[in-house]
């Protein structure tokens, strides 16, 4: 089974940006679906951005289209969230996922059965 670690959060102001990173042992991640979540206070989790095992297909939430990137990097073993022109309502903690290949339902965090133990994303205005 793989384990995945998070890193890369902090603080930023808005208009900034940051690089998350989800480092995969134990497995390639190249055998998995891979995705990122992210939870604020109070919030239920929300899907980010998906990867699919084949690298083929990628999948975004609506409001972060054209700002987000989810990349993976075979060599590392990481997948990889540049996050550019953020926002204070992107503030969350950001969770990576992974499951065996589904080929559907990427948005469904019940979907994952492999977690990280999140990074915190704060934006300030």
């Known amino acids: 089974q793989v384990q995945l670690v998070e890193s890369g959060g902090g603080l930023v102001q808005a208009g900034g940006s940051l690089r998350l990173s989800c480092a995969a042992s134990?497995?390639?991640?190249?055998?998995?679906?891979m995705a990122w979540f992210r939870q604020a206070p109070g919030q239920e989790r929300e899907f980010v951005a998906a990867?699919?095992?084949?690298?083929?297909?990628?999948y975004y939430v609506e409001s972060v289209k054209g700002r987000f990137g989810i990349s993976g990097d075979n060599a590392k073993n990481t997948v990889n969230l540049q996050m550019n022109r953020l926002k204070p309502e992107d503030t969350a903690v950001y969770y990576c996922?992974?499951?065996?290949?589904?080929?559907?339902?990427?948005?469904?965090?019940?979907?994952?059965?492999?977690w990280g133990q999140g990074t915190q994303v704060t934006v300030s205005s």
């Open positions: 996922a992974a499951r065996g290949p589904l080929n559907m339902d990427y948005r469904n965090w019940r979907r994952y059965s492999v």
């Open positions: 990867l699919s095992w084949s690298g083929r297909n990628i």
């Open positions: 134990g497995r390639s991640f190249s055998t998995y679906d």
